[in-house]
């Protein structure tokens, strides 16, 4: 049984190997919460569709995401409800107002909308074990957001959103 010792040990490195996460798997952290999303294939799917999406937003002037302060010092105790109100608000609001005649563009919002209702889920795990509480800065960030996306049309207001996502995935990057 001389081969055992070697069998054993590269099956141990095989099985370590394939339960590593890739590279473009990410554990990100709100707060106390740990969410693990792709963000590069995230980024991926949405840089594939960025141009196409962005010149349907006939108002270039308004900012969504972007409006004074509206990402910017959150603090870490309120950026899972943050977090997780944003991806509430893409899920619910953005990504179903979005749908174009080009169904490689659906097909990529899709995936990105996936993405979202996954971590979603995980962040509300985390909310229900009080794990990701709702301080008065995420809620005034968060109306202030709601506020800007209510000031347009329903279809506008979305594309907008959808067309600032790099924004939110940005925040998230370095809020980790």
């Known amino acids: 049984m001389r081969g055992s010792p070697l069998f054993l040990c590269l099956l141990s490195v095989s099985c370590w190997v394939n339960l590593m996460p890739t590279a473009g798997d990410k554990i990100s952290r709100s707060g106390a919460c740990r969410v693990s999303l792709s963000?590069?294939?995230?980024?991926?799917?949405?840089?594939?569709?960025?141009?196409?999406?962005?010149?349907?937003?006939?108002?270039?002037?308004?900012?969504?995401?972007?409006?004074?302060?509206?990402?910017?010092?959150?603090?870490?105790?309120?950026?899972?409800?943050?977090?997780?109100?944003?991806?509430?608000?893409?899920?619910?609001?953005?990504?179903?107002?979005?749908?174009?005649?080009?169904?490689?563009?659906?097909?990529?919002?899709?995936?990105?909308?996936?993405?979202?209702?996954?971590a979603r889920r995980k962040l509300g795990q985390c909310g229900e074990q009080n794990n990701c509480v709702c301080g008065e800065e995420s809620t005034e960030k968060f109306k202030q957001i709601l506020a800007n996306y209510e000031g347009l049309n329903v279809t506008s207001a979305a594309m907008k959103s959808l067309g600032e996502l790099d924004i939110l995935l940005d925040w998230m990057e370095k809020s980790r």
Not at 71 to 77: C, I, M, N
Request: glycine share 2%; net charge positive; hydrophobic share 35%.
């Open 39 to 118: 963000m590069a294939e995230i980024r991926a799917g949405f840089t594939a569709v960025k141009a196409n999406i962005q010149s349907r937003d006939p108002i270039r002037t308004l900012s969504i995401l972007s409006h004074p302060h509206s990402l910017h010092k959150v603090k870490s105790s309120d950026r899972c409800c943050l977090t997780h109100h944003l991806f509430t608000f893409y899920v619910d609001k953005v990504f179903k107002q979005c749908r174009t005649k080009d169904s490689f563009v659906n097909r990529k919002i899709s995936s990105i909308a996936n993405s979202f209702l996954s």
